[in-house]
């Protein structure tokens, strides 16, 4: 071959290489795969590992008040030696620590749960073979069983949280990346040189365990690339993708794994997302701790948010969100058709604090009257509402019923809705069915509500309808 023949030859390789096998799904199998990840709208996220032993305290000293204590290895710059020395004898998890939040994911509403197989300090929580910094090795149990057990015993969806990014691998490249954190970063190599190969080839392992020993998985979610470094490049992505789906065609999995606009991300910082998610790269994108403005039309996405402002388990955290501000988030996300992945950090013993137990029985006690508001519903049709938010659903015949999430109370007893020739509308309160007169104009539909709020942190009205909702634009 000429030299010219060859990089031609060459270049037509690496790139057949990069590109994603080509997906068998249809979008009609597409649908139905997303089927009851899109109708269960509430999911409960676990950070517990190592570190939730550590809980925020490095040598006596609080590390921080806030900010993600799963980082804690990286935040003092230990090396893994020395954290693993000091975190380990600290983690110990009871018997039975995993029905606590199986239970509690079940009563909150919740109908799946997302726990931390491992997270970025590389600490497996499974049985793993090819590792000996794993609770198979150090504690003789496996705590990814465990918990799959729990999860699946209250009948909840089971998901896996698995960290690309690892601080233990001794092969390990951290020098690909200027943008991806780790506790040595700006140090050379402690043995001269690592080959990223091996950590990658570790990494395909360890998923292969994750998605053939526990039965099925429903979400893999990746955690997490950057800009300078993702994909194939830095995990092999494309063949881990494959191997997965393989072993777990149903399953569903973020976009993490990539840094790229068509994967939903527009640069680096938790909100630096883009509407897009082409289907080779992923099925959600994961908008973190916050809410985007007007949801994500006609993409599938998660916001995941921690109940203070930690993931993991910290002792020095207390900015804990009010019952307000997680039901109303919960409702706000259902509005714009999104999923709300809520996170707990249990302390090192398994134990879930108190403050996330109390708001998730309260986010639970709320589900119990409400839920058919949320689970199962499609985004608001409305822009704006001043008083609160709205929910869809399709009736048979060409009907359709919006629940009316009401944030402020109306002080002269009208809630007023944009929504034109809804003459033939029903309203009642979806607690306990009480009928609500009502009064159509043309351009706005008026509901006789009590003169108190029902529930001050959302009433929901249910407002049947004869046909698709015909919305007012505001100043129409
Ligand atoms: C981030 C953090 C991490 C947390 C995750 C949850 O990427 O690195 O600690 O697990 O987000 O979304």
């Known amino acids: 071959m000429t030299t010219r023949l060859l990089s031609a030859f060459l270049l037509f390789a690496s790139l057949a290489a990069a590109q994603p096998a080509a997906t068998p799904e249809t979008p009609a199998q597409r649908e139905a795969r997303m089927k009851w990840w899109r109708e269960a709208r509430f999911g409960m996220f676990v950070h517990w590992g190592l570190y939730s032993g550590l809980a925020g305290t490095w040598e006596g000293k609080p590390v921080a008040t806030r900010g993600g204590m799963e980082w804690i290895q990286n935040r003092v710059k230990a090396d893994t030696k020395t954290y693993a020395e000091r975190a380990i004898p600290l983690f110990k998890p009871t018997p039975d620590f995993a029905r606590q939040w199986a239970?509690?994911?079940?009563?909150?509403?919740?109908?799946y749960v997302v726990f931390t197989t491992k997270h970025h300090d590389g600490f497996a929580l499974h049985n793993s073979k090819v590792s000996d910094y794993d609770a198979g090795s150090v504690l003789n149990r496996d705590l990814t069983k465990e918990i799959v057990d729990a999860i699946r015993g209250e009948g909840l969806r089971v998901g896996f949280y698995h960290s690309v990014i690892d601080w233990h691998h001794d092969q390990y490249g951290y020098a690909h990346s200027k943008q991806l954190p780790h506790p040595l970063r700006d140090q050379p190599y402690p043995a001269g040189t690592r080959d990223h190969a091996k950590y990658v080839a570790y990494l395909h392992s360890q998923v292969d365990e994750l998605t053939s020993n526990y039965g099925k998985v429903d979400i893999l979610w990746w955690d997490y690339s950057a800009v300078d470094f993702q994909g194939e490049?830095?995990?092999?992505?494309?063949?881990?993708?494959?191997?997965?789906?393989a072993k777990q065609p149903a399953v569903i999995m973020n976009n993490r794994l990539f840094r790229i606009p068509e994967a939903g991300f527009n640069g680096m910082g938790t909100s630096a997302i883009s509407a897009r998610m082409e289907p080779q790269y992923g099925d959600f994108i994961t908008p973190e701790q916050h809410i985007p403005a007007i949801g994500m039309p006609g993409v599938d996405w998660e916001t995941c948010m921690t109940m203070n402002t930690t993931w993991g388990y910290s002792d020095h955290d207390h900015a804990w969100k009010s019952n307000e501000i997680l039901i109303r988030n919960l409702i706000d996300i259902a509005s714009k058709g999104g999923n709300y992945l809520l996170n707990i950090g249990p302390k090192a013993d398994g134990s879930v604090p108190v403050e996330s137990v109390r708001a998730l029985e309260a986010m639970g006690a709320w589900m119990k009257v409400n839920g058919a508001s949320i689970y199962s519903t499609a985004a608001s049709p409305f822009e704006?509402?001043?008083?609160?938010?709205?929910?869809l659903k399709q009736l048979p015949g060409g009907k359709a019923r919006l629940y009316l999430h009401v944030f402020e109370w109306p002080k002269d007893g009208k809630l007023v809705v944009p929504l034109a020739n809804a003459g033939s509308a029903k309203a009642r309160l979806l607690a306990g069915g009480k009928a609500l007169k009502i009064s159509a104009a043309?351009?706005?539909l008026t509901i006789q509500v009590p003169a108190a709020a029902p529930d001050p942190i959302a009433t929901v009205i249910e407002l049947d309808l004869a046909g698709p909702p015909s919305v007012v634009k505001p100043g129409a």
């Not at 490049?233 to 789906?245: E, I, P």
């Open 103 to 111: 239970r509690l994911a079940k009563l909150a509403g919740c109908r």
């Open 233 to 245: 490049q830095a995990w092999r992505a494309f063949d881990l993708l494959a191997k997965v789906r």
């Open 384 to 391: 704006e509402l001043d008083w609160g938010r709205a929910t």
């Open 442 to 444: 043309s351009t706005s």
